[in-house]
Nanobody
Framework: QVQLVESGGGLVQPGGSLRLSCAASGSIFSIIAMGWYRQAPGKQRELVAV???????NYTDSVKGRFTISRDNTKNTVYLQMNSLKPEDTAVYYCFADLYVVATARNAYWGQGTQVTVSS
């Protein structure tokens, strides 16, 4: 079994910052990628940022220059530093991990979600 535990959400004023963390634990052979999706009320879930095992990163256009994804491979943990937050960043943020539990079994796992609210 693999578990993803998220932390770091909350309420912040526009222009503020938050840092999300997501730690993967359990039976992990290797991690292909980790990242974050978000879902705002009435909207589809969208990919926010992803970091691959190679260190390559991708961001959705709306967060480029404001959000930074990073990873601590020794702790199987991914971080999302969110700066210059806007009200439209308000959403539930979900961590995900694309990984092998054994050499031949690849699965995707999700965290429980953490609320980020940007409001004055």
């Amino acid at each position: 079994q693999v578990q993803l535990v998220e932390s770091g959400g909350g309420l912040v004023q526009p222009g503020g910052s938050l840092r999300l963390s997501c730690a993967a634990s359990g039976s992990i052979f290797s991690i292909i990628a980790m990242g974050w999706y978000r879902q705002a009320p009435g909207k589809q879930r969208e990919l926010v940022a992803v970091i691959f095992n190679s260190g390559r990163t991708n961001y959705t256009d709306s967060v480029k220059g404001r959000f930074t994804i990073s990873r601590d491979n020794t702790k199987n943990t991914v971080y999302l530093q969110m700066n210059s937050l806007k009200p439209e960043d308000t959403a539930v943020y979900y961590c995900f991990a694309d990984l092998y539990v054994v050499a031949t079994a690849r699965n995707a796992y999700w965290g429980q979600g953490t609320q980020v609210t940007v409001s004055s």
